[in-house]
């Protein structure tokens, strides 16, 4: 059913063919499946996410850790156990994964893991939701996500629709930049914040269609070579919250986890069920809408890249 590309690197047999073929593929983390979204949520999520990038002519990959092994391609039947199980599910920062592997335990994988493994995988793009970075808080707490870290390591496109709202937004998308990191602006200039549209700050290019937008691609990995693009796709607009509101919703979640002592990779999952609470699911439809829609474009843009590869190859 996986067949083994290193000691613990197994891929799915679809996903092994496909990536000796050349073609195009979508990586897809676990941690939104198992931590992201209210309990029992994500297997519906996962689906339709799968079957969005089926359309757009890509192989879906979900990564995550099973059984001391690291699965690229979940077979779609053994994805529950990283929904149904969610309170056993370890979420996976790079420095939670030999102890997972050696536990022989149940891992998802965050932005940062899911980059690296895809990378290592030969991958050329990853969709997810939001990608963690600076927190508030970040003047005490020091909490800075490893997903920046791996960014700026990883040859690799993340479509996502900015940082999640509850971070500092300017303070990331500063790290982005100090760190090397590729933003680029699918269809806008602006930086988006998950629900948020129109942060006020901006992105380093935009494209408008995906020949451009994988051709840069491409030549960034070319003359760089070490390190991410970061493709940003706005929320759709019908599921789009005002900012004004979403911040008080977040201000007072981080009170209350301040007052339980929540912190560290806790503080995410807390925060944002939370404010699913608060909103009264709107950010939970806003979520699904968003990754439904960063799965089409990332497997749009595996397609395009795919294109782009083959030409620049006849050509030399
Ligand atoms: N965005 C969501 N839900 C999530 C995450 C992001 O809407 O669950 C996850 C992603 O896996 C991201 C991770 O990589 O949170 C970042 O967590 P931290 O801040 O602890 O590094
Ligand atoms: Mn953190």
Redesign the pocket.
């Known amino acids: 059913m996986y067949r083994a590309i290193g000691r613990r690197l197994h891929v799915s047999r679809e996903v092994d063919s496909a990536i000796r073929q050349g073609m195009p593929i979508v990586a897809l983390?676990t941690?939104?499946l198992s931590?992201?979204l209210p309990p029992g949520s994500g297997l519906a999520v996962a689906e339709r996410m799968m079957k969005v990038v089926r359309q757009a002519g890509a192989v879906p990959a979900f990564i995550g850790l099973i059984d001391g092994k690291i699965l690229v391609g979940i077979d779609p039947s053994h994805l529950p156990m990283w929904i149904h199980r969610s309170s056993e599910v370890v979420k996976c920062?790079i420095g939670d994964v030999a102890a997972v592997l050696h536990s022989k335990g149940i891992g998802a994988t965050?932005?940062?893991t899911t980059a690296m493994f895809a990378a290592q995988a030969g991958i050329a793009v990853v969709a997810?939701?939001?990608?963690?970075g600076v927190h508030r808080q970040v003047g005490h707490s020091w909490d800075i996500?490893?997903?920046l870290v791996e960014l700026a390591r990883n040859r690799i496109a993340v479509v996502c629709s900015g940082p999640?709202v509850i971070l500092d937004l300017s303070k990331t998308r500063e790290y982005l930049e100090t760190m090397g990191v590729a933003v680029y602006g699918w269809r806008t200039e602006a930086f988006p914040g998950f629900y948020i549209c129109d942060t006020g700050l901006r992105v380093d290019a935009r494209f408008d269609d995906f020949e451009s937008l994988s051709s840069a691609i491409g030549l960034h990995f070319e003359v760089v070579d070490r390190s991410a693009v970061l493709v940003v796709n706005p929320v759709p607009q019908s599921h789009a919250l005002d900012a004004r509101i979403v911040n008080q919703w977040v201000e007072e979640a981080e009170r209350h986890a301040s007052l339980k002592g929540i912190q560290g990779?806790d503080l995410?999952?807390f925060i944002?069920e939370y404010i699913h609470r608060r909103s009264e699911g709107k950010t939970v439809s806003a979520?699904i809408a968003l990754l439904l829609d960063n799965a089409a474009v990332a497997a749009r843009l595996a397609v395009a890249y795919r294109k782009v590869q083959l030409t620049s190859r006849g050509g030399r």
């Open positions: 983390e941690t939104v931590h992201g920062g965050t932005v940062a997810t939701g939001g990608i963690g996500s490893s997903d999640k990779k995410t999952p944002l979520n």
